[in-house]
């Protein structure tokens, strides 16, 4: 039996304008997916929280095809992490899904290949995706990601940061196409706030390397963001809500339209994830995690 787990993922800055080539930082949080593998006589039974099995199904297929090996598998799932809130769950179980069963096999992978096949499996459930959850929750830790140079950099820092869950599930692909729209009706005014983002992502590769606060430029990216139309009623209120109880940034995280807000909370944790949970919403705490996929 091998157990491998893998963190989920926030965008801590830089959502929709990496789509027009700006970069975006994205941090792996200490909440994990959890992936229990285990051979048996059966071709693949797996139990967990959620009805969606299709990463889990992809994965395994694309390792066995790796490694040009195959085996009956028991798989058993369990999460830090609500699914379908945009803080990376899929990528999670897929690369913790390929590290266990690969391991099962007798195989240690190397992170990059781990991240490649976790990718491709990404690309096979959704059509079409972008690397950036499967690299970073493989591994770990905060990374700077220059889609021009089809590049990914470590930032070296750390971020005590409360996660708050609207509850809402929200269309990804429909959120990137409101931004596009926009754009092309507006051109003049949208493309200035995508470099103008960019820009507020450069400042904070330079702020989080050189250990100061980030406060304000999450409150700008999220100014920003909500100038797209990618907030909404639910979100702003988390947003308001935590920089009321203390934090000293919040912004939406991910797509918008629904899913999740981080706000950075320097010793203020409690009265943050307080202030969320008065608004009716879930809140979590949530460090960034150095340690990306990992066998447990
Ligand atoms: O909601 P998430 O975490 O899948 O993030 C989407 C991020 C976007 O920039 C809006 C789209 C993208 O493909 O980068």
């Keep these: 039996m091998v157990t491998a787990s893998a963190p989920g993922k926030v965008i801590l ?3 929709h304008a990496v789509v027009y080539g700006e970069p975006a930082i994205a941090g792996a949080i200490d909440l994990r997916i959890r992936v229990r593998a285990e ?11 959620t009805k969606d099995h299709r990463y889990v199904e992809k994965a395994v297929d694309v390792v066995f095809e790796h490694l040009g090996e195959a085996t009956g598998l028991m798989i058993d799932i369990s999460s830090d992490l609500p699914p379908a809130s945009g ?9 913790a899904t390929i590290a266990a069963v690969a391991n099962l096999l007798g195989h240690d992978l190397g992170k990059n290949e781990i991240a490649r096949l976790g990718y491709k499996v990404e690309l096979g459930v959704q059509g079409a995706a972008s690397p950036t959850d499967t ?9 700077y990601i220059q889609p021009r140079k089809k590049g990914f950099t470590p930032i070296q820092a750390s971020l005590p940061l409360v996660v708050g869950y609207t509850g809402i599930e929200r269309s990804t692909k429909e959120l990137v196409a409101g931004v596009r729209k926009l754009r092309d009706a507006y051109p003049e005014l949208v493309s200035p706030l995508i470099k103008n983002i960019g820009m507020v992502t450069r400042q904070a590769r330079k702020s989080l390397e050189a250990g100061e606060d980030v406060g304000d430029l999450m409150n700008i990216n999220h100014g920003l963001l909500e100038a797209l139309g990618v907030s909404n009623d639910a979100l702003s209120r988390l947003v308001h809500a935590s920089r009321e109880a203390g934090a000293r940034g919040a912004k939406l995280t991910g797509a918008g339209g629904g899913g999740c807000m981080i706000a950075y909370t320097p010793g203020r944790y409690r009265d943050v994830i307080n202030a969320i949970e008065g608004c009716g919403s879930t809140a979590m705490k949530a460090a960034i995690s150095a340690e990306g996929v990992r066998l447990e």
């Design 13 to 15: 800055f830089g959502e």
């Design 39 to 49: 051979k048996t006589a059966k071709s693949l039974k797996i139990t967990s929280e």
């Design 87 to 95: 803080l990376g769950s899929s990528a999670a179980v897929s690369v």
């Design 135 to 143: 690299y970073t929750t493989t591994h770990g830790g905060i990374q």
